[in-house]
């Protein structure tokens, strides 16, 4: 999750210190092993268990160094800087405590020379709860079936810069990463690699090989990047008791080249996408779209927040009112090279009106063709801030909704902010 900035008066650290410090501990930070992503525990940055002098080092070899996804920018502001150090040493000397670290077995092939899905598996299953797996530090592992396990808690999957790669053509239904209902799980500071070669191209036959395939389960997914999958980057759906939906989050992440969806939400509940980059994409960036059978299929609470899209097929987020769907949000997201589109409304017959949706604070710098916003059937529904350059014409276009706000939006080259018919009352 994204953590809060230490408040500037909390510690002060003469910089003389900090220049000293630098000196005696950035060359030995160099000369460590590769620094890998912290464990839960904030500092730990070699995750040994233990926030240590060690750590300082690492930590003072990246002094200053700027970018998106860096482990050592502890307040994700882009630079690691003295609110990053504050930080740190706020938890130096602190251990990590209820949880094993666990290292991947060196039998257990890590150059993507043999096929180690099953091997990898089995030692998740040897591997107790509220355990951290340790991969090693930029290795290549070769996973030719879905990673695939269930009725787990706390594992904290720690890729440490390392890639999960399939080399052989994609099948439907093999996901490199499936987790069934399953509470607590963290997959940090890997890349996902599927073998699809035509990304940005949506093949049906294949649009379940998932890169993580969540069903009725809890996940933290940050630091990711995955690419070439025919199905979707990250699928929250439901869980093997037909009851349990997903939840969790999805950021600081990459998602690229990709046959279907980026994110897709058939059953989940407070999750949140935020501050990754989709370019590539197949089908759909985002996508909110219950399924049409038995089971507790649907949605609530789903925040989409800052992120970067490129290029993508039908639409950048789409809600499918499939199912009892509440209280989303599309906020600040900004599209780049093409123009915005989004789409709510049933794909025939509406089996449940969506509720509380906020499109707020997002642009694109590209123009679009009317209408950029198609929205239908829908109850309180609020679009305020967007700014959405148009070729012409209206840039949202509401139909049979109930209470709603249009205003304030930025629609360059366009006629008309918002066409409204047949609106309803009484939501």
């Known amino acids: 999750m994204r953590k809060s900035k230490v408040p500037v008066g909390q510690k002060k650290y003469a910089w003389a210190a900090v220049v000293l410090i630098t000196a005696l501990f950035a060359f030995v930070g160099v000369h460590l092993a590769s620094p890998v992503r912290a464990s839960t525990l904030v500092g730990d940055l070699n995750t040994d268990g233990t926030v240590n002098v060690f750590d300082l080092s690492i930590f003072l070899s990246h002094w200053q160094q700027s970018g998106n996804a ?69 290795k290549c592992y070769r996973v030719e079936s879905p990673i695939d396990f269930s009725g787990r808690t706390g594992l904290d999957f720690e890729g440490n810069g390392s890639s999960f790669r399939v080399f052989n053509a994609p099948t439907d239904q093999d996901a490199v990463w499936r987790v069934w209902q399953s509470s607590n799980m963290k ?85 949140t996408v935020q501050r990754s980059s989709f370019n590539t994409i197949g089908y759909e960036t985002f996508d909110v779209e219950p399924n049409i059978a038995a089971g507790n299929w649907g949605s609530n609470n789903v925040t ?98 109930c209470n709603v706000n249009v205003s304030a939006n930025s629609y360059l080259g366009g006629s008309a902010e918002v066409s409204i018919t047949n609106p309803t009352s009484g939501c």
């Open 70 to 138: 860096i482990q050592e920018d502890f307040n994700n502001d882009g630079a690691v800087n003295i609110f990053d150090l504050s930080i740190f040493l706020s938890h130096y000397g602190t251990t990590l405590s209820g949880q094993n670290i666990v290292t991947i077995p060196s039998s257990i092939a890590s150059d993507c020379s043999v096929d180690v899905s099953a091997a990898i598996t089995n030692w998740i299953a040897s591997v107790p709860d509220n355990s951290i797996l340790s991969f090693g530090t930029d």
């Open 187 to 271: 997959f940090n500071n890997m890349t996902v690699t599927g073998s699809y070669a035509n990304g940005g191209t949506h093949d049906p036959s294949l649009q379940h090989a998932h890169g993580f395939d969540l069903r009725g389960t809890t996940a933290e997914i940050s630091k990711v990047n995955i690419r070439k999958v025919a199905g979707d980057c990250v699928y929250f759906g439901l869980g093997s008791d037909s009851t349990t939906r997903s939840s969790g989050s999805f950021h600081d992440s990459v998602c690229n080249s990709i046959g279907r969806n980026g994110v897709s939400v058939t059953a989940g509940d407070n999750i």
């Open 304 to 401: 989409i927040d800052s992120n970067t899209i490129g290029s993508y097929y039908l639409y950048a987020y789409s809600i499918v009112e499939n199912g009892p769907i509440s209280n989303q949000t599309f906020t600040n997201n900004r599209a780049v090279g093409t123009g915005l589109r989004i789409s709510i409304g049933p794909v025939s017959t509406v089996v449940s009106r969506p509720n509380m949706v906020l499109i707020h604070s997002n642009s694109s710098d590209t123009s679009q063709t009317p209408a950029a916003f198609n929205l239908d059937d829908i109850d309180n529904l609020t679009v305020t801030g967007n700014t959405v350059p148009m070729t012409n014409g209206t840039m949202a276009a509401v139909d049979s909704s």
